[in-house]
């Protein structure tokens, strides 16, 4: 994958996908034998909204590889505006080695990928956050031991982490459930999409309106914001329509008695989910949240690490991890 952007999950292999997480085990387990990989190269870092966890993690994951960041605000580069896309990409080629942005239009996201001649990473868009998905598959296996046929109940609203987290599942093998209020679901072709991977991995997508029956029985309860960044006009009516989707105690009680939570974070406590789940024992969400830090770190060892740097192998890490 050397060179490659990481724009969407669904632009790769499920054994792709697989090596990505399992390298990011493999980060976190030994993080001192990658600490020289990306020796004095700098990542820019492009954020049009607000973020806490992409900015920390990507941050102190390029230093922790031996190389730099550098923060552009809106203020800054207001990209589209003061400066073209393409332009923007043409500059930051000559003097970064890769590019991560979070923005609004995903479509900016794929052009500044197709102008710039370095790795572009998705930091967030509308339309997903891949970056998010990796973290949660490492946290779900961490906690459950394995992916293929767990059943991830994502319950609120067909957003860009819940269209992440079923590219990814569908990738992976997993059973992924979507419980949304009507006319809050994902959209149809990227359901479709996930549909025909998953027939080739055993993955399932299922679409409900019922959160009960998406709960039932599950390994992974998931929830997000009602309304995301870009939304808040919509927060108080979007606030009525999806109080039935709130995971409380019981809701969660209907996964099975090992289940964990989990949630991208920042969360809203007290509407999407209660203090009672997001306090429990089985909720996992900050060592979700720390696990931004190992997978990108290995999306950016991938990614950037060049022609002289040699990672292990799928079938090494996987004797090294014993998985
Ligand atoms: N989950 C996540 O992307 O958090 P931030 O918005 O704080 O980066
Ligand atoms: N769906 C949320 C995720 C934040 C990390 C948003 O886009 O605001």
Redesign the pocket.
Known sequence: MNGKDFLLIRDFSPSEIQYLLVLGRQVKADPTAFSNSLRRQTLAMIFE?????????FDVGIQQLGGFSLYLSPAEINLGKRESVYDVAKNLERMVQGIMI?TFDHEVVVQMARYASIPVIN??TDYV?P??AMADYLTIWEAQGNLEGLKIAFVGDGNN?ARSLMFAGAQLGAQVWLATPPGYELDAESVQWACDRGGETGGTCTLTNDPEEAASGADVIYTDVWAS?GQEAEAEKRRHIFLPYQVDGTLFRRAKRDAIFLH???AHRGEEVTNEVIDSPRSLVFQQ?EN?LHAQKAIMLELMKGEFVKLPGLLELQELMHV
Do not use: E, F, I, N
């Open positions: 909204k607000p973020s806490l966890r992409t900015r920390v993690s979070r930091g967030l956050h970056c998010q982490v960044m991208c974070l920042p949240a931004r």
